[in-house]
């Protein structure tokens, strides 16, 4: 059974960074995606950065493309969410989920196993 834990969710300023961190366990040759979605309330989740498992290939949506990051740690089974010029647009729930499937699109249908989230709220 695969586990996600997030971790790195805190308060910071406007222009400011943070990296989030994501420990999944339980992979196995299923699970082809991994992937960044965030929520505010009242909203739907939205997928903000994926990454093929295999492929290694990277996908952002266009409120984070050239802000945020989405890489693993070498081999170990930990990705980051590397988020620079923070905005208060930014201030969400942030959640880390995997899956199986076209990973490039964020359909939530994708991915079966989610983290409990992490906060980020960015001031101005």
């Known amino acids: 059974q695969v586990h996600v834990q997030e971790s790195g969710g805190e308060s910071a300023q406007a222009g400011g960074s943070l990296t989030l961190s994501c420990a999944a366990s339980g992979l196995t040759y299923r699970t082809t995606c991994l992937a960044w979605f965030r929520q505010v309330p009242g909203k739907d989740r939205e997928g903000v950065a994926s990454i093929g498992l295999v492929s290694g290939n990277t996908a952002y949506s266009d409120s984070v493309k050239g802000r945020f990051t989405i890489s693993q740690a070498g081999t170990k089974n930990t990705w980051y969410l590397h988020m620079n010029s923070l905005k208060s647009a930014d201030t969400a729930m942030y959640y880390c989920?995997?899956?199986?499937?076209?990973?490039?699109?964020?359909?939530?249908?994708?991915?079966?196993?989610w983290g409990q989230g992490t906060q980020v709220t960015v001031s101005s």
């Open positions: 989920a995997t899956g199986r499937g076209f990973c490039g699109t964020f359909h939530k249908s994708v991915y079966n196993s």
